[in-house]
């Protein structure tokens, strides 16, 4: 018989509960607390969320009972948008835009995305494996269960397989859940520079097979903008990546008003992520296909920018909108979702509650793990934090800080404090 757990005492238990499908529209509001909730779970999986007193009294005597002390149960969080895989860090570019310099000057004199590719093939599986756990131990503690994970930084056949493969032994031997996503697409490699095409039909004719083949991604993703893949490059791999079976995401719009997400519609795209420079027809194209804006505002933050996505007009338009980190050693060097929901609400006006969803079900339902992941419901994966907090808004309005005392992801505990 699976073990049995029961959390008990909450101040709110933030049930997520609703409708089966992407919260959009006055429903990203909708929390569905339970004020003086309790939650019993058996095995990996969520058995009841209901009542205190209607869950106390199925507590069995080998029941093992966490008393949560007034504080807020939650579900983890989702992060629909990370590239966790890589060798070295870049503080040197951190120091130099400090000083002045921008994203897309270091990139074109060989830094950026480069300079981590650089490391990361000289990298072994090993190293990727020994560096992306104390990246799995930032997530979880800091209250994340489930991360999608990109490639992106080898641009070869093997490097790109070599960091796939490295996602799938993360998500063996570490209690983080990892959906990976193959980003072989993520920047043209300087060798190929004069030779565009050879290395979109390298990514077409060699990598995206292997990929597949071996099941290494459920989805692709190109980095679709203006020095990097133009929409018809674009195009013709997320196209591919569609026989191949794989989902779509595109980087859309991040630097440059550069069609990504009138592209992202075309294609039925599951997912447009940045949006930074997206306009009124970028939006309009999304809603038509019911793609999801997946909002990074911790990339805006550290690239020091002030350009943040549009989040209140695509939640106005209908959207059902996500936020994630984008945690990467460049643009966005930060796992906390607390602090991506302190920026969703004091930079794109979000409130608390919408951001609570954009980080939970719906980024979940973007990954298409809705059904599985991202609410507390009978059924669900017992995916959860207790966080330090009695009032769900503390978590964005304490910023600074991290705030959860547990951490469950499959019914076991992952971190305490
Ligand atoms: O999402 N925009 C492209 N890729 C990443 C940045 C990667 C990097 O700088 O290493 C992003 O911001
Ligand atoms: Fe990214």
């Known amino acids: 018989m699976a073990e049995t757990l029961a959390v008990i005492n909450c101040s709110q238990v933030v049930t997520l509960a609703g409708a089966h499908r992407p919260r959009a529209g006055g429903d990203l509001r909708q929390l569905a607390i339970l004020e003086d909730g309790a939650m019993l779970v058996r095995g990996e999986y969520i058995e009841d969320v209901g009542r205190r007193r209607e869950i106390e009294s199925r507590i069995t005597p080998h029941c093992e009972v966490i008393d949560a002390q007034r504080r807020v149960l939650m579900p983890g969080f989702v992060d629909a948008h990370t590239h966790p895989v890589f060798a070295g860090i870049r503080a040197n570019e951190f120091e130099q835009r400090a000083s002045g310099a921008t994203y897309r000057e270091i990139a074109a004199r060989g830094g950026g995305i480069r300079s981590t590719v650089r490391a990361t093939r000289n990298a072994s599986l090993s190293d990727l494996i020994k560096a992306g756990k104390r990246y799995a131990d930032w997530f979880l503690r800091t209250g994340t269960t489930t991360i999608e994970a990109k490639s992106g930084y080898g641009l070869t056949l093997d490097d790109e397989l070599k960091i796939l493969r490295a996602i799938k032994e993360l998500n063996d031997q570490t209690a983080l859940r990892y959906v990976p996503t193959f980003l072989g697409a993520h920047d043209i490699p300087s060798e190929y520079q004069s030779r565009r095409q050879t290395y979109v039909n390298l990514v077409i004719n060699e990598m995206l097979p292997r990929v597949a083949e071996e099941k290494l991604a459920e989805y692709c993703d190109v980095f679709c903008e203006e020095d990097v893949f133009t929409t018809d490059e674009s195009w013709e791999i997320l196209s591919a990546a569609r026989c191949h079976g794989l989902g779509l995401r595109v980087h859309a719009d991040q630097l440059t008003l550069s069609g990504g997400a009138k592209l992202a519609g075309e294609l039925n795209c ?117 966080h330090d907090v009695s009032d769900y808004r503390e978590l964005p309005y304490f910023f600074g800080i991290e705030h959860p005392w547990r951490v469950y992801a499959s019914g076991k505990l992952t971190f305490a404090c």
């Open 270 to 386: 599951a997912t447009a992520d940045h949006l930074e420079h997206t306009d009124p027809t970028g939006i309009a194209a999304l809603k038509a296909a019911s793609v999801q804006p997946v909002l990074l505002p911790g990339s805006v933050y550290a690239l020091g920018s002030k350009q943040y996505p549009a989040a209140r007009q695509m939640i106005d338009a209908g959207l059902a909108v996500v936020i994630a980190t984008d945690f990467n050693p460049g643009s966005s060097p930060t796992p906390s979702m607390t602090m991506v929901l302190s920026l969703a609400c004091t930079q794109m006006k979000m409130t608390p509650a919408e951001a609570i969803s954009a980080s939970t079900i719906n980024a979940a339902y973007s990954l298409g793990r809705g059904d599985e992941l991202g609410s507390l419901e009978k059924g669900k994966r017992a995916d959860f934090v207790i």
